[in-house]
């Protein structure tokens, strides 16, 4: 199965596009247009306003970084807490599935954490940006 391991860095950017999109789509819609309303809804749940600004702007500008691979572990950090605390305030008393379930959070939460663990592998700025990272290597 050797030659299933040359494929990680295809399935670590399948990762970061999907998450990066769907934390960018979700932000956008937050910070271009839904701010106060969020911040409402936020603070409906006992916490201070000034935590729906910083997850609206962590979903929309740590979706970009992720999408990109830029700051992956940093900004899939700062996504896997936004979700862990989505998970606490808003979906875990409707249960695993169903409407307003934690099932989507949680799967968005363990995306997250593995690009954490993993970074965001060759296809991405950060490799790109290292030490000796990037371009090809002549023989």
Known sequence: MRYLDRLQPLGLLVMRLALGLIFLDHGYHKVFGGLHHHVQFVTSLGLPAWSAYLSA????????????????RVAAFALCINMCVAIAKVHFHNGLMG???????????????ALVCFDGGPIAFDHIRAPGGGGWKSK
């Open 57 to 72: 702007f962590t979903e929309f500008f740590g979706g970009i970084l992720v999408l990109v691979g830029l700051f992956t």
């Open 99 to 113: 409407n307003g379930g934690y099932e989507f959070p949680l799967a968005l939460a363990a995306l997250a954490f």
